[in-house]
């Protein structure tokens, strides 16, 4: 369990100056602050897409405005505004973000404004249903699995109308008869865009939060929000909807005439990338039965496994449970040489590492003789919830409990 030293949080109070106010000229508690987009947050965007603006061959505006929601009221307020967009990017921060993480921070890219949204509060996400599960308007995620689990599991919100890049990649991929593989939100920015994110802010700041993430799994719980965490939660989300609209529509790749490897001449259709996206949504309902990670430290329990990676050194799962799948025996993997990733996969669990963070897999192939020993023995345990543990299981730390309202979202920007 984390426990913060209450020297530390009071030197943390006094650090922070509170920075989502009421609106400029406004004494409405209800209207969210904007402030411009900071130029160099934008411009090496917009020069990496000059051609393709200039000519007016892309429909998607840039953002200019920043708006903070910290309060119920501030969400109800802006809702009519992001509703009122056909496409709009989505991205979530957390800590451990999943189905038993936190999630603490929501971004959304509306027109002409990212909202960053304070999910700690109570209400905010609940305020923004009628977004998040309209199928009308489209939801551009970059592999929303575990934005999906973290928003069914803590609030009951199932996405509707998701139109997920890295599904859109992956097609690209198979289209192109090549290697399919997940990429990050970066590589796929420099491939479509021929920009890299941490260029949008400048590398130093965007390196700065990574370093303070890999420090401090906590720093997206803390409140304020300093302005470099404001600027890289803001980059992410304001690319998405420009993704959406390059990776669907012919003539419109700025790279489009470079080599045989562009993207720019395989077309995705909208329809296509949305049926397969409603795959990763339904990564919340993974493992269901599965209620606490210590669950899975049982040999033979039976588990569906997500295949995300391969290498030779063995192949590697999501389970929707906060802990790592792993093949790693060459004869454990040649029995999933049919498997691509992205598919599922039925297994059980063989053992795990002493920190129980990596659960080692076998398949599951019913008629063997391990299959049938498996059924014989299995059961479903169902945890107790009202021990200390919980839903989150061994997650839960003293930080990850109800938050002080009067602690605000962000400091000076």
């Known amino acids: 369990m984390l426990i913060v030293h209450p020297t530390r949080a009071t030197h943390l109070a ?8 009421h609106a400029p000229g406004t004494d409405d508690p209800c209207r969210y602050k904007t402030a411009l987009i900071p130029e160099g947050t934008i411009e090496p965007l917009r020069r990496g897409l000059a051609s393709a603006l200039s000519e007016g061959r892309v429909r998607t505006k840039l953002p200019k405005y920043l708006g903070f929601i910290d309060t119920a009221e501030k969400a109800k307020s802006a809702l009519p505004s992001i509703l009122a ?18 999630l603490c921070v929501m971004q959304i890219s509306a027109g002409d404004t990212v909202f960053v ?27 929303c699995r575990e934005d999906s689990a973290a928003l069914w599991e803590q609030f009951s919100i199932k996405l509707e109308g998701v139109y997920d890049t890295q599904t859109a990649h992956l097609l690209l991929l198979k289209r192109q008869s090549q ?29 700065g939060v990574v370093a303070k993430m890999a420090q401090d799994p ?15 939660a803001a980059r992410d989300v304001m690319c998405l909807p420009l993704l959406k609209e390059l990776m669907s529509r012919p003539g419109l790749f700025p790279r489009e005439e470079s080599t045989s490897s562009s993207v720019g001449v395989a077309l995705l259709g909208e329809s296509e990338v949305m049926a397969r996206s409603e795959e990763h949504v339904a990564y919340c309902h993974l493992n269901e039965h599965i209620r606490r990670p210590r669950e899975l430290e049982k040999r033979g329990r039976r588990l569906d496994a997500l295949l995300t990676a391969v290498n030779s050194s063995g192949m ?46 076998e398949r599951y192939e019913r008629g063997t003789r391990e299959a049938a020993m498996i059924d014989t023995v299995h059961e479903i345990r169902h945890p107790d919830m009202t021990s200390p543990e919980g839903m989150y299981g061994r997650s839960t730390t003293a930080l990850l409990q109800k938050l002080d309202d009067k602690r605000p979202l962000t400091r000076g920007f």
């Open 117 to 143: 949204c304070d999910a700690l509060r109570a209400g905010v996400i609940e305020s923004l249903r009628p977004v998040l599960e309209a199928s009308h308007i489209r939801k551009v995620f970059h592999d």
């Open 179 to 207: 290697a399919q593989y997940h990429i990050s939100l970066d590589d796929l920015c420099v491939k479509i865009f021929g920009v890299r994110l941490g260029t949008i802010k400048g590398e130093e700041s965007a390196e």
């Open 85 to 102: 967009n056909d496409v709009v990017g989505v991205d979530c921060e957390g800590v451990g973000l999943s189905r038993w993480g936190r």
């Open 218 to 232: 906590n720093v997206w719980f803390y409140r304020p929000l300093q302005p470099d965490m404001v600027s890289y």
């Open 14 to 21: 006094r650090r922070f100056r509170p920075f989502c106010t």
């Open 316 to 361: 590697y799962f999501k389970l929707n449970c906060g802990r790592q799948g792993v093949v790693c025996r060459p004869e454990s993997m040649a029995k999933m040489h049919d498997l691509q990733v992205g598919d599922v996969v039925q297994c059980y669990v063989s053992g795990w590492n002493p920190s129980g963070s990596v659960i080692f897999l």
